[in-house]
Each structure stands twice: as structure tokens, then as C-alpha cells.
């Protein structure tokens, strides 16, 4: 048989083989195994009678990776947590990276709202704060601890509490995306409104860098969180509206089940954060600039690791180097 003859009737069923394999699109590891000794059949026959072909070097390495996914499988079982956080979810973030980048657009664009409404308005930051909150904090503010609110408590209640809160703000944002992702937009609106105007109110009374070296130690993770959430929220509103080659109800199922993985993978930071915020922040007024500067920055560089360059390494590392268009040209 010739080469382009052999190519032409395996063609269809090499690809099919591929996308299984690189998009792990297989029911179990039986079909896949049986799959890939009718592969390891025709790369043998490949070595026969076409030595120097470039399609002995695409079977080897769809072997290869065949291979490994079969020999893993049991043990992806039984570390399915792990792999949901270390390659399920960055996978998922990959391919929804547009959502993420929008969440945060809008992040900015209504904590910047929050701001010139508070630079503009004297009464904005009581009409979004509450007199009781504004008149506490220029209490403390007098009193040379502007984040003292953070100390009131004990630890473990302040733990247990602000992460309950945070829980709760989060999965609110999401399951709201069900209104078309108007929802979803009106947690953030509210929030980021009182971000902003919080940080001008402090900014106005000449102790930003005190606020932002106390609330921002656990800041940064809760903060990020909450606009990953919000992404999610809005990938379940999408489904609803752009179902695509997909029926309404099967689009909606697909969004809901992307935006609750995205959501649980939001949890260990937010755990995290209310960790800060009980343990740590309410130490912020005497430890030295470098401490509390250093836990903002390392807080906010693994998180955005996680969630803005990862998932691009893991979708690199799972590309195929060789593919069967390749060798046809």
C-alpha cells in the first residue's frame, strides 16, 4: 500500500484517537486501551514499510502520550482532587480566559466609579457605608489605628465569621449569573462601590498606605476571589444567552457545571484570606513596612499565578508537538 493511500484511510480514525487522547474525550480506560493497539498495529506497520515517513514520528508520540494516559488513569482516580485543582480547573480558566479578563475590567471600572463618587460627593462613603461604620473608623483613625476594626473578636471567631461572609458574597455572585449575568453585575457594582469609596475615604483622611498595608494582607486574595467568582457567574449568564450550536437548557448545564468548578476553585483562597484577616491583620499596625508589603505581594503573585498565567503552562504542556495535518503537508 503506499504511503498516501495508508495515511488517507487512517487519517479518520487517528484523529479521532488524538482528540480522546489530548482532551481526554473517552468513556473508560478499556476504550482507550483498545484504541491504542489498533494505533501501535499501524505504527508498527508504519516502521515496515515506511522507515523514513514522518508518520512514524506522530504515531510514536500519540502513543506516548496514549500510553501515559492509560498507565495513570487508576492513580488520576484516586488523586482526582488534585487534579481537579492542578489541571482540570487551569484548563477550564484557559478556555474561558475572556470572562476573567472582563471580570476584571469591570472590577476596575466600578471600584473607579466608587472613587470619583466619594471624591465628588461628601456624604457618598456614609450613604454606602453606613454612619456607624464611617464615625467608628474616624474614631480609630484618631486614635492612630485606622484598621482597628480588625482586631475586635478573637481570632477564630473573626476566622470563621469573615470566612462564612466571603463564602457566602461569592457564591451569591455566581448563582445570580442565572439573570442573564445581571445579577452577577449588581454584587459586583455594590461591592466595588464600597471598595472604592472605602479606599478614598481613608485616601481623604491622609492614612491610605496604613489601610492598604492592613486591609490589603488579605485583601488581595479575597478581593481576586470574588472577581473569579464574579467570571464564573458570568460564564453561567452566557450560556443562557449564547447557547450556540447548543440547545438553551444543554448550554445552560454546561455553563453551570463550568462556573460551579471555577467557583469551588475559588475556595482554598478564600479559606486563606479569612485566615489573614483573623490571624494576621489585626497585627498589621506593628509589624515593619517589608512584612506587611511582602505578604500583600506574595498573597496577590500566587493567586494571579494561579489564575492568570498557569493555566496557559498547562495548556502548552498538554498541546501536541506533531499533528496529523502536519504530516499530510
Known sequence: ??????????????????????????????????????????????????????????????????????????????????????????????????????????????????VISAANDGEFVRSVLGDNYVNMSIENIEAGDPVAVYKSGSNWGSFIGITINNLRVGIIAFVLGVFLGIGTLYIMFKNCIMLGSFQYFFYEKGVLWESVRGIWIHGAMEIFAIVIEAAAGLILGASILFPATHSRYTSFKQGAKTGIKILISTFPFTFSAGFLEGFITRYSNIMPNWLSTGIILITLSIISYYY??????????????????????
Not at 484523529?15 to 501501535?40: C, G, K, M, T
Not at 480566559?97 to 471600584?111: D, E, L, N
Not at 492568570?308 to 503537508?329: C, G, M, R, V, W
Open 308 to 329: 492568570l498565567i498557569y493555566p496557559f503552562k498547562i495548556q502548552k504542556e498538554i498541546t501536541q508537538p506533531q499533528t496529523i495535518s502536519s504530516i499530510l503537508n
Open 1 to 114: 500500500m503506499r504511503e498516501v493511500s495508508f495515511i488517507k484511510q487512517n487519517k479518520e480514525k487517528w484523529l479521532s484517537f488524538e482528540r480522546a487522547v489530548f482532551n481526554n474525550d473517552f468513556e473508560n480506560p478499556d476504550e482507550l486501551a483498545s484504541q491504542y493497539i489498533h494505533l501501535i498495529n499501524d505504527l508498527a506497520y508504519a516502521q515496515t514499510y515506511y522507515p523514513k515517513s514522518k508518520v512514524i514520528i506522530y504515531l510514536n508520540q500519540l502513543a506516548a502520550k496514549a500510553f501515559q494516559k492509560i498507565y495513570k488513569t487508576k492513580r488520576e482516580d484516586t488523586n482526582r482532587i488534585i487534579g481537579f485543582w492542578k489541571t482540570e480547573v487551569p484548563l477550564i480558566c484557559y478556555q474561558y480566559r475572556k470572562f476573567i479578563y472582563i471580570a476584571f475590567i469591570i472590577f476596575f471600572a466600578f471600584t473607579f466609579i466608587g
